[in-house]
């Protein structure tokens, strides 16, 4: 009898077994909407030029690979502070938060849900309802009881306010809540401006922890415009998590480049919050890898990188967009009756569609056409060619 004889098959990844079964489809007009990564128009997945200067730079002058410290490369957290809080912003200047590089946004919150359990140990974690996987998954084996806060309308189209803030205001003082900074993943509708207010204004009411997930910073307005939201809960005197990911906005998924920031009351409390978040990483990983973390630093401190990645990144929101315009004409074009143009009104690189899940099986079963069974499709994977295709296969369905 072996160890492992007891051990039971976990389910397969919803997303990543979607892949797999994309993976071995031999329809040749096949599509995969599934995951959330941006293609160019080609199909392809975009080596950002300003990486690729980076890149160049640095195999130049080659440098040997020795341990990085515990928490990241220096000039790399300096700039995810800057971008997440602004570099000439108080809270930067006077050091009171504490940042880390973290293995891709899903590190930054591994980190922040294994020291909020520290912190916090008895607290419930609110998600949205409904929200990415992940979070559930991440602060559940954190050791957090999760619960959901709701979110989205399926009847409106849109989110549900009222709802969200009805959740927010029943919660327990002290209720870790995980807000979507920008660009909703799955249904791709954010809040508004004013909507953060009130949000904000229920958080600090109610004495809750907000974790701010920015996982596709730049991808919703522009990279100031989505991050002003920080801006809102800085202003409001409270004290946050805020998670990054460099994955999408730098299309560096394999290199696992991310963060975690907590903006603490003042800089000896973040000197001590960083020394327990550098505890959780040496007692997981140790120290982050070098490579990703070096690029993403010498772009975002470099004045000349910086503004390529400002301008290709802004060419990925532009052309998400525009896929979402068309794809609101093709599919009237190709007979859909029903009005598809809440589509334009989601942002980021998310759709919820709307379509039920026989929808979905059928999409992927007849068209080779692959998104979650939720619903959910990834925009930035349509592009000029497959449009056509993807917008009378979903007119087959409907
Ligand atoms: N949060 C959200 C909302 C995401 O969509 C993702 C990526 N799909 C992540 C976090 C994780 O990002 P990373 O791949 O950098 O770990």
Not at 42 to 53: E, H, S, T, Y
Not at 112 to 125: N, R, Y
Not at 199 to 220: E, N, R, S
Not at 295 to 317: D, F, H, S, T
Request: charged share 20%.
């Amino acid at each position: 009898m072996s160890l492992f004889s007891a051990v039971e098959m976990a389910p397969r990844d919803p997303i990543l077994g979607l892949n797999e079964q994309f993976a071995a489809d031999t329809n040749p007009n096949k599509v995969n909407l599934g995951v959330g990564v941006y293609f160019d128009d080609n199909g392809k997945l975009p080596l950002l030029q300003c990486v690729q200067a980076a890149e160049k730079t640095m195999m130049d002058k080659p440098t040997a690979r020795g341990y990085l410290p515990i928490d990241g490369i220096a000039a790399y957290d300096a700039a995810v502070k800057g971008l997440v809080f602004g570099a000439d912003n108080e809270p930067v200047k006077s050091g009171r938060v504490a940042t880390v590089q973290a293995i891709g946004g899903t590190g930054g919150l591994k980190i922040g849900a294994d020291f909020l359990k520290k912190v916090s140990p008895t607290a419930q974690v609110l998600i949205s309802d409904p929200s990415w996987e992940n979070h559930r998954a991440l602060f559940t084996n954190a050791g957090f009881e999760v619960g959901t806060y709701a979110y989205y309308d399926a009847e409106k189209r849109g989110v549900n306010f009222d709802g969200m803030l009805a959740s927010l205001n029943a919660a327990a003082p002290g209720t870790i809540v995980v807000l979507h900074a920008c660009c909703h993943n799955p249904t791709g509708y954010d809040i508004t401006a004013a909507q953060w207010d009130q949000v904000i204004a229920a958080v600090k009411a109610k004495g809750l922890t907000p974790f701010l997930d920015m996982a596709y910073q730049g991808f919703g307005h522009g990279i100031a415009e989505d991050g002003a939201v920080i801006g809102k809960f800085v202003a409001a005197g409270l004290n946050f998590f805020v998670s990054t990911s460099f994955s999408k906005s730098f299309s560096l998924y394999g290199e696992r480049v991310g963060g975690l920031s907590v903006l603490c009351a003042d800089k000896a409390e973040a000197d001590r919050v960083l020394s327990q978040l550098k505890i959780v990483i040496r007692t997981n990983y140790s120290n982050p890898p070098t490579h990703g973390g070096a690029v993403v630093a010498a772009v975002l401190n470099n004045p000349e990188l910086r503004a390529l990645w400002e301008k290709e990144l802004g060419e990925m929101r532009v052309r998400i967009k525009a896929m979402r315009q068309t794809l609101v004409d093709g599919l009237k074009a190709a007979g859909v009756k029903q009005d598809m143009s809440f589509i334009t009104s989601q942002i980021g690189m998310f759709s919820y569609s709307g379509l039920s899940k026989d929808q979905m099986v059928r999409l992927r079963n007849e068209f080779g056409v692959y998104g979650t069974d939720t619903g959910r499709m990834c925009v930035a994977a349509l592009n000029s060619k497959n449009i056509d295709y993807v917008c009378k296969a979903i007119a087959q369905v409907v």
